[in-house]
């Protein structure tokens, strides 16, 4: 009994504390199974204070996204922003359009021989906007031109640098490794130095490799020790927001100096126009002015209208010109400028001839015209409209007519039909054949854009007076019915257009479109295409097949930031052999 007693006993005191331990451990083992298999996950869906593709840990709710790799995706298009209405998400920015000195236009295709907007995805920056919001057209460029990464030793050791300093203060924490905290330091220091005394590869000292490989191994070993991740996390984050601020101020630095690259005069076209008006008035160059003031004002001549402060792309307008044409003596070009250029223009146009074409430079500002008593001297006016939804961005570029081209009709009252040439054009087949066009009682002949009509533009046109489904029109090549335009006298309308909306830049292009509503007589594709300082994309056959080409867009092609492959159309008609630009050395 006493045994038996005992063996239930034992079995008593022994056997069921053991199946509580079994069980125990079987419990243990299933939570560790499945911690092993949530932990990965965790780490993968980023819910653990957001890993990002780096590898360092950050704040999921803090973080920002990776500056370099947003950019390096940036969108073909513009900064200011037009947007649909009818598509318009809340939260977004009220429409706006922008005026700018210079003409572009973004990357599109053709289809059925007319221009049709790009409908691709638009990358967004942290502000959820577009780069080229947030730094213009510089981002078109610099999308455009991008170069592969040079300098990859330097950028190797900037990387390691920036680990190491994120691991110094957990070793420097670690009582036993006093070796490997002094080995760091020294390593840091040294990585210092030769960046503060190289930027590029050619730069750094010859056993740089050496010096890579020993910090590469110091990294290896301070990563071998159980370090706290927030301190490291920390660190990096500090680095991350010193990187990204650096990487913001010199994109916003670059975008500034292409702005004013591509809105300014180059030195040497300046250098051109002093040079020349020095040697105007050294040679006294009235005297050999030819008298031609009869051919100025005949109407049975063809008269080109130009207006330019440019006297390489006035020239190259007029050469292209005269070049194509079948006839050049009933050809007279005039082109107004201002008092600035005025005599620079003129010596020039005296010291080069195009063939027996007749060319008169007028200063606007010394024109003497009834109810004008001071006139202004202004470049045609574009205008860079975006339209932004909530999947796709696209962006238009329309020029229009300044308020000089509403003083044709008094500035040439003798003319009854001229056709008005932008000093951005070249023109590659003879134009006679519009002096003989019937426009239908139309005023302005001129290029149109029907994948943006007026209806999209109802956000500054306003909701009615104007026929919605209309077509927007663009300047570069337009055939002008001076007599039409005195009869209806559209300057006045112009005018008071303008004294409707007040001096924005919408209203004077508000002003331009509806001063010719229904009065634009839409040109064949053939006659002109438009882009060349925009827009990369455009088809080789389109180009040579266009009796003109419009370089709307920063990217001049007088200017070193053109686009390679389009500067060709141009160049051919410059003239290189003139003195006054090897004085400058002008080759653009």
Known sequence: ????????????????????????LVIGVLGLVILSMLVPLVFLLGLYNGFHTTGYASDSQNSKPDVFQKYAIEPKKEIKDVMHESQ???GLPPPKVDAIPTHTRENSTKVGGRVQPSQRMTAMDESGKPCEWKFGSYCIWRQENREVIKDSMVKKLKDQLFVARAYYPSIAKLPSQSKLTQEMKQNIQELERVLSESTTDLD????????????????AKAKSFPVECNNVDKKLRQIFDMTEDEANFHMKQSAFLFQLAVQTMPKSMHCLSMQLTVEYFRIDSTNLELSQAEKYADPTLNHYIIFSNNILASSVVINSTVSNSKESGNQVFHVLTDGQNYFAMKLWFLRNSYKEATIEVINVEHLKLDDHENVTFVLPQEFRIS????????????????HLHYL????????????????????????????SLDMGGKVNGAAQCCHMRFDELK?????????????TWISGLNVID?????????SQTFRSLVREGGSTDAVALRASLLTFQDLVYALDDSWSLYGLGHDYKLNVEDIEKA?????????KPWLELGIPKYKAYWKKFLDREDLFLSKCNINP
């Open 1 to 24: 009994m006493k045994s038996g007693g005992g063996g239930g006993s034992g079995a008593s005191a022994y056997g069921f504390p053991a199946k509580r331990r079994w069980r125990g």
């Open 387 to 402: 339209f932004r939804t909530l999947t796709h961005s696209r962006t238009e570029y329309i020029s229009m007519f300044s």
């Open 204 to 219: 750094l000292p010859l056993q740089i490799e050496k010096k890579s490989l020993k910090m590469e191994a110091t990294i």
């Open 482 to 490: 001076l007599a039409k335009w005195r009869e209806l006298d559209l």
């Open 547 to 555: 009796a003109t080409l419009h370089y709307n867009g920063y990217l």
């Open 408 to 435: 044709l009709p008094e500035i040439f009252k003798n003319l009854d039909k001229v056709v008005i040439l932008e000093d951005d054009v070249i023109v590659q087949r003879d134009l006679s054949a519009l002096w």
């Open 88 to 90: 318009e998400p809340k």
């Open 459 to 471: 956000s500054f046109l306003g909701e009615s007076g104007y026929i919605q489904n209309d077509c």
